[in-house]
């Protein structure tokens, strides 16, 4: 699982141009160190939309499941 969540953080980075100074999924929770114009909260919001959309896709959560925590 966490294979995925790393590789839709990557490929989310790549596609918006973002630089990952640092990455770091572990089992219940993920330290990301990210170079990136907008701020934190739109950062985060796509990681977890990414690696949701992931999860999903790979058939390792249901749609409509809740994985992450309210915050960061």
Same mark, same amino acid.
């Given at each position: 699982?966490?294979? @995925?969540?790393?590789?839709? $953080?990557?490929? @989310?980075? *790549? #596609?918006?141009?973002?630089?990952?100074?640092?990455?770091?999924?572990?089992?219940? #929770?993920?330290?990301? +160190?990210?170079? *990136?114009?907008?701020?934190?909260?739109? +950062?985060?919001?796509?990681?977890?939309?990414?690696?949701?959309?992931?999860? @999903?896709?790979?058939?390792? $959560?249901?749609?409509?499941?809740? @994985?992450? *925590?309210? #915050?960061?």
């Amino acid at each position: 699982m966490w294979e @995925v969540v790393e590789g839709a $953080i990557r490929d @989310v980075c *790549s #596609h918006r141009g973002w630089r990952v100074l640092a990455l770091n999924v572990r089992t219940n #929770h993920v330290h990301t +160190v990210v170079f *990136s114009a907008p701020g934190p909260e739109r +950062v985060l919001t796509a990681f977890k939309a990414w690696a949701t959309r992931r999860l @999903v896709e790979a058939g390792l $959560i249901e749609r409509g499941s809740r @994985v992450w *925590s309210r #915050h960061g």
